[in-house]
């Protein structure tokens, strides 16, 4: 299967971006950027203010990569999927979930971080925001191919589940506790991929040998950026 690539976007340490300004992406360890309203969208979003931040960063980063495939704007829903990977989940808004509960056994309990203890919240927030109808899942684990969200997006097009699919991965920092998990850059890149465009940088494809090859990219050192981005997903 070859797929088209429309876009992609990115926060990480180095900042955020999208890919038509592709000098702002930077990998590495450091903090994560605080993600306001403003530094995504220009109109008001309610919603915005009580995402927490593990769906912020997502949201992010899949709003960067839509923008980036000229598919932000919108008037009737699509059938576009989104696939995300991550290690850790949601897992820093659970433990300031339950910091609330266990001290006071309960009646601190927060109702706003509830409805976030989901790793594949930020995905219905991204669905609703964009008018997305696809496949919409989430797929967790450290272990494996650090490229299956790209590869199960590539299987989704040749399966004709949807003509255009947006995949990639999300993580916060880890948790001091989780010291395995210490040398894992943290952030959110995501890359909009379509079973045909005459519109796009150029295609990706999967390859018997090596699981996934870059092709045609036209603008010069793009394949190692799309690759660097979307292998640091794990």
């Known amino acids: 299967m070859t797929a088209v690539l429309l876009g992609l976007g990115w926060v990480t340490p180095g900042g955020m971006g999208a890919a038509r300004n592709a000098g702002g992406f930077a990998l590495g360890g450091g903090e994560l950027p605080e993600i306001e309203r403003r530094d ?48 850790l989940g949601c897992l820093v808004t659970d ?62 097009l040749a399966w004709g589940e949807e003509e255009i699919v947006v995949v990639g991965c999300c993580d916060l920092d880890a ?25 796009g940088y150029g295609t990706i494809s999967t390859d018997g040998a090596d699981g996934v090859r870059f092709n045609d990219i036209p603008l010069e050192g793009w394949s190692e950026l799309v690759w660097t981005a979307l292998s640091s997903c794990s």
């Open 175 to 199: 948790p001091p506790a989780l010291a395995d998990f210490a040398g894992e850059d943290p952030g959110a890149v995501f890359a909009v991929l379509a079973r045909s465009s005459a519109d």
């Open 95 to 156: 433990i300031d979930y339950f910091d609330g509960v266990i001290p006071e056994q309960g009646r601190l309990a927060s109702p706003n971080l509830f409805a976030y203890t989901l790793p594949n919240c930020f995905l219905g927030e991204a669905a609703i925001r964009f008018g997305l109808t696809g496949s919409n899942f989430i797929v967790s684990g450290r272990a494996g191919d650090p490229l299956l969200s790209l590869r199960l997006g590539l299987e989704s």
């Open 40 to 87: 995504i969208f220009n109109d008001a979003y309610q919603r915005f203010g009580r995402l927490d931040r593990f769906s912020r960063l997502g949201l992010a980063a899949i709003t960067f990569a839509l923008r980036d495939a000229r598919l932000e704007e919108w008037q009737e829903k699509r059938a576009i999927g989104i696939i995300a990977s991550t290690r």
